[in-house]
């Protein structure tokens, strides 16, 4: 079973950041926070990773908070290919991905 | 290039038959992974194979049999096809140690 909790759907306007909050309160020390996405009719895309420290790539960032509780994955300016299903995945690095039921974001124009 | 390629893209059989689905990435990962994703979405692991030794084995009918003839290639073999295989299989692969993996477009399978 996955072991977080995602909003079912969320929606954002273009251009805007787009926030999506993942609670992952069972997490242990050794398991990192993953995010994938999943555009309609494709394969999944990983997105970021990160154990407790804040990270950043060319696609997001990824804000965890301090007793790595819960995280929040920013798409800073949101475009109407965000429109996705956004996985949270907490893994010890090498173990199978689990994938939950993820948040559908829907960017509206 | 495609990095994560696979064939068929779609997949149209009666129940009773034996079907392959093929996979090959260009990456040079020594990981390979086959998931399926019903008709709910839900997105679930069956395979992993390391330099072509199968390291997870997920509870999967008997009938899905993978094979890895090298690295960059893991196939799917399955068996007197049923009603509910009817689902989306990816492929994916990584370097074992490292975070990402990287799906394939899928191949949507329908079992009439």
Redesign the interface.
Known sequence: DAKTTQPPSMDCAEGRAANLPCNHSTISGNE?V?WYR?IH??????II?GLKNNETNEMASLIITEDRKSSTLILPHATLRDTA?Y?CIVRV??D????G?GTRLHILP | DTAVSQTPKYLVTQMGNDKSIKCEQNLGHDTMYWYKQDSKKFLKIMFSYNNKELIINETVPNRFSPKSPDKAHLNLHINSLELGDSAVYFCASSFRGRYEQYFGPGTRLTVT
Request: charged content about 20%.
């Open positions: 990192y993953y999943q009719s494709q394969g999944p895309q990983y990773h299903v996985y690095r090498d199978k991905i689990i994938f039921k």
